[in-house]
Nanobody, 124 residues
Framework: QVQLVESGGGLVQAGGSLRLSCEAS????????MGWFRQAPGKEREFVAG????????LYADSVAGRFTISRDNAKNTVYLQMNSLKPEDTAVYFC?????????????????WGQGTEVTVSS
Protein backbone atom coordinates (compact mmCIF):
# COMPACT_ATOMS: atom_id res chain seq x y z
CA GLN A 1 0.00 0.00 0.00
CA VAL A 2 1.09 3.52 -0.77
CA GLN A 3 -0.47 6.60 0.74
CA LEU A 4 -0.10 9.92 -1.04
CA VAL A 5 -0.51 13.31 0.59
CA GLU A 6 -0.55 16.45 -1.54
CA SER A 7 0.23 19.94 -0.30
CA GLY A 8 1.05 23.38 -1.63
CA GLY A 9 -2.24 24.40 -3.17
CA GLY A 10 -3.80 27.79 -2.61
CA LEU A 11 -4.99 31.03 -4.14
CA VAL A 12 -2.69 32.85 -6.54
CA GLN A 13 -3.07 35.63 -9.08
CA ALA A 14 -2.72 34.97 -12.78
CA GLY A 15 0.92 34.96 -13.77
CA GLY A 16 2.00 33.72 -10.37
CA SER A 17 3.61 30.47 -9.29
CA LEU A 18 2.94 27.60 -6.93
CA ARG A 19 4.80 24.42 -6.10
CA LEU A 20 2.80 21.35 -5.25
CA SER A 21 4.31 18.49 -3.29
CA CYS A 22 3.19 14.90 -2.93
CA GLU A 23 4.73 12.81 -0.20
CA ALA A 24 4.38 9.06 -0.41
CA SER A 25 4.50 6.50 2.35
CA UNK A 26 6.29 3.21 1.94
CA UNK A 27 9.78 2.09 1.06
CA UNK A 28 9.27 1.41 -2.64
CA UNK A 29 8.58 4.94 -3.83
CA UNK A 30 11.52 4.83 -6.23
CA UNK A 31 9.88 1.98 -8.16
CA UNK A 32 6.70 3.93 -8.90
CA UNK A 33 5.88 6.08 -11.86
CA MET A 34 4.29 9.28 -10.60
CA GLY A 35 1.72 11.56 -12.12
CA TRP A 36 -0.21 14.73 -11.51
CA PHE A 37 -3.81 15.04 -12.66
CA ARG A 38 -6.37 17.78 -12.15
CA GLN A 39 -10.11 18.13 -12.09
CA ALA A 40 -11.91 21.42 -12.59
CA PRO A 41 -15.53 21.88 -11.49
CA GLY A 42 -17.88 20.15 -13.89
CA LYS A 43 -15.06 18.58 -15.87
CA GLU A 44 -13.40 15.20 -16.03
CA ARG A 45 -10.08 14.51 -14.41
CA GLU A 46 -7.25 15.20 -16.83
CA PHE A 47 -3.58 14.40 -17.05
CA VAL A 48 -1.16 17.21 -16.23
CA ALA A 49 2.34 15.72 -15.93
CA GLY A 50 4.08 12.43 -15.29
CA UNK A 51 7.53 11.15 -14.45
CA UNK A 52 8.96 7.66 -14.76
CA UNK A 53 10.29 5.81 -11.73
CA UNK A 54 13.87 6.57 -12.78
CA UNK A 55 13.17 10.26 -13.23
CA UNK A 56 14.68 10.04 -16.69
CA UNK A 57 11.46 10.55 -18.63
CA UNK A 58 8.74 13.14 -18.20
CA LEU A 59 5.55 13.93 -20.07
CA TYR A 60 3.31 16.98 -20.02
CA ALA A 61 -0.13 17.90 -21.23
CA ASP A 62 0.01 20.40 -24.07
CA SER A 63 -1.86 22.93 -21.95
CA VAL A 64 0.93 23.10 -19.35
CA ALA A 65 4.08 22.31 -21.33
CA GLY A 66 6.65 25.03 -20.88
CA ARG A 67 4.96 26.35 -17.73
CA PHE A 68 4.91 23.36 -15.38
CA THR A 69 7.78 21.12 -14.32
CA ILE A 70 7.49 17.76 -12.61
CA SER A 71 10.37 16.38 -10.57
CA ARG A 72 10.97 13.80 -7.89
CA ASP A 73 13.26 13.25 -4.95
CA ASN A 74 13.35 9.54 -4.22
CA ALA A 75 15.32 10.10 -1.03
CA LYS A 76 12.41 12.15 0.31
CA ASN A 77 9.64 10.01 -1.22
CA THR A 78 8.30 13.16 -2.78
CA VAL A 79 7.22 14.32 -6.21
CA TYR A 80 6.84 17.99 -7.05
CA LEU A 81 4.93 20.06 -9.57
CA GLN A 82 6.35 23.52 -10.13
CA MET A 83 3.68 25.66 -11.74
CA ASN A 84 4.66 28.98 -13.30
CA SER A 85 2.76 31.54 -15.35
CA LEU A 86 -0.49 30.30 -13.90
CA LYS A 87 -3.73 31.02 -15.72
CA PRO A 88 -7.32 31.07 -14.46
CA GLU A 89 -7.95 27.92 -16.51
CA ASP A 90 -5.43 26.09 -14.30
CA THR A 91 -7.93 26.34 -11.44
CA ALA A 92 -8.70 22.81 -10.29
CA VAL A 93 -8.13 20.21 -7.64
CA TYR A 94 -4.76 18.63 -8.30
CA PHE A 95 -4.21 14.94 -7.57
CA CYS A 96 -1.03 12.97 -7.22
CA UNK A 97 -0.92 9.36 -8.43
CA UNK A 98 1.51 6.46 -8.17
CA UNK A 99 1.65 3.28 -10.18
CA UNK A 100 3.65 0.48 -11.70
CA UNK A 101 1.33 -0.78 -14.42
CA UNK A 102 2.58 -0.70 -18.01
CA UNK A 103 1.48 2.01 -20.38
CA UNK A 104 1.85 5.69 -21.05
CA UNK A 105 2.23 7.76 -17.90
CA UNK A 106 -0.58 10.00 -19.16
CA UNK A 107 -3.09 7.14 -18.82
CA UNK A 108 -5.18 6.86 -15.65
CA UNK A 109 -5.00 3.08 -15.79
CA UNK A 110 -1.28 2.88 -15.08
CA UNK A 111 -1.79 4.29 -11.59
CA UNK A 112 -2.70 2.20 -8.57
CA UNK A 113 -2.83 4.86 -5.86
CA TRP A 114 -4.28 8.34 -5.67
CA GLY A 115 -4.06 11.17 -3.18
CA GLN A 116 -6.96 13.22 -1.87
CA GLY A 117 -6.06 16.31 -3.85
CA THR A 118 -5.04 19.88 -3.18
CA GLU A 119 -6.98 22.84 -4.49
CA VAL A 120 -5.45 25.46 -6.74
CA THR A 121 -7.33 28.66 -7.53
CA VAL A 122 -5.95 31.19 -9.98
CA SER A 123 -7.64 34.58 -9.98
CA SER A 124 -7.69 36.86 -13.00
Amino acid sequence: QVQLVESGGGLVQAGGSLRLSCEASGRTFSSYNMGWFRQAPGKEREFVAGIRWSGGSTLYADSVAGRFTISRDNAKNTVYLQMNSLKPEDTAVYFCAAGTRPGRISWHIVYDYWGQGTEVTVSS
